[in-house]
């Protein structure tokens, strides 16, 4: 475990200590004298105990800092960092906070040190990882608030096991009251504790195969028994006379656990997130019945309906024995809901590689689609044909049935199966793993994508589908001035982009005429075409982005994307449209294309404002088809 793992573990657990004692002090009536005294020796100890950790923690980021520094740089650049302000901040709210329990004899004093010791609690949060790494303000208020809350719960339980433990007065009514407010915070730490595992986990495969994953389920393992022993106490509650021993065990078990809980997160806080690191599948399947479906439908149907027919059939016999033979019709009903889920689980799996979720090293772009299309044309084009359609020389003459490339099958499956594929092969193909570096076959896959989406993208239309992005845009690198380069995507979230690519000169009369007059056109404006063609275009109003495309492999990467139902293209023929214009919403997808030889072949700048408008209320859709690639 990291040093800073266990410092900053420690330091929660002793500042929710503290925090209820200090509390429990300010309820000064429920003590004795004895007592009193006692709490307040505690209360002292581990708040000194509280500001040694926070000056080592101090201590353990500056060295860090300034390791990673030039040789000879102040070790107080540690404050110029967001992590160390919040520290140095943490530390004078201690500082404060132990001068008041030092001098506790007066009340405003003690009130003073409650608050801020509850400050110094809610800076534990501000310190954590999601709260630096994330920009979303919701995220970050919840990543506080559970923090928060998990230190109350701390702190509670702590207290009231104290009180326990040196014979406090009447403590089961302490806890009956604590009992009643822990509820609501249990459910808001759980609520926000799963919308922050929406983002640091990703998805299920996440959950299952990553480090971070397992600790999270671990966490939630110690969180279930922690809640197991609140549940008890709370049935203790109603008991009458109530057994003080049997509901001291439960409040110890509980405190034990919550402990064990914060140093989970502690261990968490410091571990790449599930949705950063890469997935190694350790199954040899995974549940997708919409492509188990899709590959066997009659199978998948079959085996569901049988499994359905052995539920029915074991319910029924259980309601029919129940009375007279409880034991059979239990067994009975246990034989058929197994049976059934031996029969359906295997009909709504496929197959699955330890790279299944593997995410891309190579961004979905014009040089990376282009790089895979020469690796196709040199390694692939003998059995799957020139254009993809498994027709190639090799696999006629031996009457193999290579796959068709074109075809909706190849998004079915994800970028890693498709990787496991290139590097070990499947069925009479070869593997590539000796052949083409990890960067190549990647490359590979992502011509193999830009290809499938291009027949699929005949169903793209002059109007966009409401609330339904599916097609990811391909991005491309281009120069802004002499100093600076930009990307097409660095405009996802933040606003849409009408991108136009022109293969023929007298396209470019399109482009005069919507720059003639853009004045507040809600859309970044994208002009791909010749250099030589753009020097003489004048922008207006609105500033047009100028990409010169002079190898052309911006414009061959998109013409992926030229098809249409009334222009198919299914036999590759057509591969340059004199000019195209797509839309591409704020989150990356293609909603809509034009070409200049259908009808319409653009829209007018009112039209456009219009439809522009019309996706403005949509929030973001993810998708792996983009999102594997960023």
């Known amino acids: 475990m990291d040093a800073s793992v266990a410092l900053r573990g420690l330091q929660t657990a002793l500042l929710a200590c503290a925090f209820g004692l200090a509390f ?19 209360l002292k100890w581990v708040t000194a105990l509280v500001l040694l950790l926070q000056a080592m923690r101090l201590g353990d980021m500056a060295w860090s800092l300034q390791a990673l520094l030039a040789p000879g740089a102040s070790v107080f650049s540690v404050f110029q960092t967001y992590g160390g302000q919040v520290l140095l901040g943490q530390a004078v709210v201690l500082l404060l906070a132990a001068a008041g329990v030092w001098l506790w004899r007066w009340r405003s004093l003690q009130i003073t040190a409650v608050l801020l010791l509850f400050m110094a609690m809610v800076a534990m949060g501000l310190s954590g990882h999601v709260v630096s790494a994330s920009e979303e303000t919701v995220l970050s208020l919840a990543a506080i608030m559970h923090v928060l809350l998990a230190q109350l719960w701390v702190a509670g339980v702590l207290a009231l096991l104290f009180l326990a433990k040196h014979g406090g007065p009447d403590w089961t009514q302490r806890l009956a009251v604590f009992s009643k407010w822990a509820l609501p915070g249990m459910v808001l730490l759980l609520l926000s504790g799963v919308y922050l595992g929406r983002w640091s986990v990703g998805s299920w495969p996440g959950l299952l195969a990553t480090n971070y994953g397992a600790l999270l389920v671990l966490k939630l393992v110690f969180v279930v028994g922690a809640l197991w022993c609140a549940w008890q106490l709370r049935r203790g509650l109603a008991v009458q006379p109530q057994d003080p021993a049997q509901q001291q065990s439960w409040l110890s078990s509980e405190a034990g656990l919550a402990l064990t809980v914060l140093a989970a997160a502690s261990v968490l806080a410091s571990t790449v997130p599930a949705s950063h690191d890469t997935i190694v599948w350790p199954l040899s399947f995974r549940l997708a019945p919409v492509l188990a479906w899709r590959q066997d439908a009659q199978h998948t149907v079959q085996m569901l309906v049988i499994s359905l027919a052995l539920c029915v059939a074991g319910l029924a016999l259980w309601m029919r024995w129940r009375q007279q033979h409880r034991a059979r019709a239990k067994s009975v009903l246990a034989a058929c809901v197994i049976a ?48 993809g359609h498994g027709d190639g020389p090799v696999a006629q003459l031996n009457k193999l049935q ?54 699929e993208a005949r169903s793209i239309t002059p109007t966009p589908a409401a609330f339904n992005p599916w097609l990811p845009s391909i991005d491309f690198r281009f120069q802004m001035d002499n100093n600076n380069f930009m990307s097409l995507s660095e405009w996802r979230g933040l606003h849409p982009v009408h991108l136009i690519i022109v293969n023929q000169r007298e396209e470019l009369q399109r482009v005069r005429d919507l720059l003639k007059d853009m004045k507040g056109f809600p859309a970044q404006l994208v002009i791909v075409s010749r250099p030589e063609w753009l020097k003489d275009l004048v922008k207006g109003p609105c500033e047009a982005v100028l990409v010169g495309d002079a190898n052309g492999d911006i414009a061959r990467a998109w013409a992926h994307y030229r098809r249409s139902f009334a222009t198919p293209d299914l036999l590759n023929e057509e591969t340059q449209v004199a000019r195209m214009e797509f839309l591409i919403d704020r989150f990356g997808f293609v909603r809509a294309r034009w070409r200049s030889d259908e009808t319409p072949n653009a829209l007018s700048l009112n039209a456009l404002k219009s439809i522009y408008d019309s996706l403005a209320p949509e929030g973001e859709i993810k998708s792996a088809a983009i999102h594997q690639h960023d």
């Open 24 to 42: 429990l002090l300010r309820l000064a009536h429920i003590f004795s004298d004895d007592l009193k005294a006692q709490a307040l020796r505690w």
């Open 340 to 387: 059934s889920l031996s029969l359906a689980l295997p009909a709504i799996s496929i197959t699955a590689y330890p790279t299944t979720y593997m995410h891309s090293s190579a961004r979905l772009d014009a040089p990376s689609v282009m790089a895979g299309q020469a690796l196709y044309e040199q390694h692939c084009v003998q059995c799957h044909g020139v254009h």
């Open 402 to 455: 290579p796959a068709n490339l074109t075809e909706p099958h190849v998004s079915w499956h994800t970028h890693g199966d498709m990787y496991w594929w290139l590097s070990h092969g499947k069925g009479q193909m070869p593997g590539f793993a000796d052949v083409l570096s990890e960067e190549e076959r990647w490359h590979l896959i992502n011509w193999l994508i830009a290809l499938s989406l291009g027949y």
